[in-house]
């Protein structure tokens, strides 16, 4: 029996603590200006958190109209903390009460940096009496310290680092407590954004894998976490801006060198599987070659961030930031559908029989529906002249690459989808497989993709579209296909 694999809901601890491992191994390559990995102060003991003299509301903060509520409990917190300094619940109301205030004090950033310095100083204290696994706590230090980075980046680069880098190994640490935690992935994944950021180029693809996968984990956990969406959508759309500039400094430079035509920067190789040629194809018109698979890989990802705006749209339409995303990017759908693309399908009446025969089908998903669709017409073409003089000696599976001419009786309505998760099945074809489970149909159906990227975009759209028209919420992504803005 063909099993799928759940690869981002529940993670264990010892899952999550490994992924750590991977996660941050680049994180602990060096800094801007420093060959170490970012290091974690020391923990105070509880008799140095008594006798800090730092660990007290700044007095003129008490006299500030604007937030003089925030800080009397602050202070009165503080009172509390150093009285009782092994008290967690004591100590971790102190570190909630500045980071409250802090978020007060916008206008007065060596304030508010202050008294982040000191929430951080007092989560680790307070993490400390748990152990170091107390999930809120970690969660909370790991929110101060990307907060300090914020405020410090501009004129100190190599701090905002070291405390983005402590930051994602805070948040690893929270996840590995809880790992239900939605946001806490999302956060980690703007912190791998942020650190990306700070890197060389040629390190920023493993950054933006990561962060990628983060808000992945956040919204399969949570369905309606739009921000997560949203996020997703506009990491894929930076990354693909990014290709695109330097694709054409790369064509600019082989002009001055006289060597134009062989673009230096890649992303694509000659695709591995009939399906991956299938799929460049229709991406790009089939040309051959470093530039032109760049260019197809380009023109993919915006697409594919596109999906995702979309979505945050239709789970937030009154959001002004999304409703303009929206405008700039829907050019860039498969109109009208939210994605399309080349999958390798079951050829009806044929599933589970010795004479199972896999045939790559385009596919259109909308609001509605995943179905088979007439593809593109240069594909169309090309899939009906190949029809016409099929190779000799062709099995089952020799065929899949060449685009069914006609669209085959395949669908899967939103409404019956139960669940959509990648796959594992040495006997599936090549590729990345996923697996789409159906309240009428509990074995469910197996699609297989060119890549584990395209194959995760399936899963996700598929996922979000049937939540958003459980909930009654698909008018948005509706009018989103149907109207050009």
Known sequence: MRIALHHSLLHSRHRTMAELAAALAALAGTGPSSTAAAATPKPLSPAALGAHSNWFVPPHLLRLPAVRAS????????????????DFDRVYRYG??????????????????SLLHQAAEVYMEASTLQGGRHAAALYNWAVALTDIARLVRAQQPDEAYECLTAAASKYAQSLAAHPDNPQACNNWGLVLQDLSAMRPAAERGGYLRHSLSKFRRALRLRPDFDRAVYNLGTVLYSHACSLQEALLASQEAAEAAGTAGTARRGGGSAPGTPLAAAAAAAA???GGGEQAASERAIQATFAHAAQYIVLAYAMQPGKQVYA????????LLPLPYLRSGALLAVRPGT??????EWVACWFGLDSQRLAAVR???????????AASHPAA??????GAGQLAAAPLPIQV????????????????????ALWVSMHSRPSGMYFVAPDQDDAEGWVDALLLLSHLLRTGDISGVRAALAVRR
């Not at 909630?96 to 206008?107: N, P, R, T």
């Not at 593109?376 to 002249?385: D, I, Q, S, V």
């Not at 309505?413 to 990345?432: F, H, N, Q």
């Open 393 to 398: 000696g062709s099995s089952s599976a020799a």
């Open 284 to 286: 790009g018109g089939g």
């Open 351 to 356: 599933e589970g029989s010795p004479a199972e």
């Open 375 to 385: 593809p593109p017409a240069a594909l169309a073409a090309a899939a009906a002249a």
């Open 324 to 331: 303009d995303s929206l405008a700039a990017v829907q050019r």
């Open 413 to 432: 309505e939103l409404a019956d989808v139960a669940d959509a998760r990648l796959a594992a099945d040495p006997s599936l074809p090549a590729g990345a």
């Open 96 to 113: 909630l009460s500045l980071q409250e205030l802090a978020s007060k004090l916008s206008a007065q950033p060596a304030d508010q940096l």
């Open 71 to 86: 800080a009397f409990a602050a202070h009165d917190c503080s009172i509390e903390a150093v009285n009782h300094p092994q």
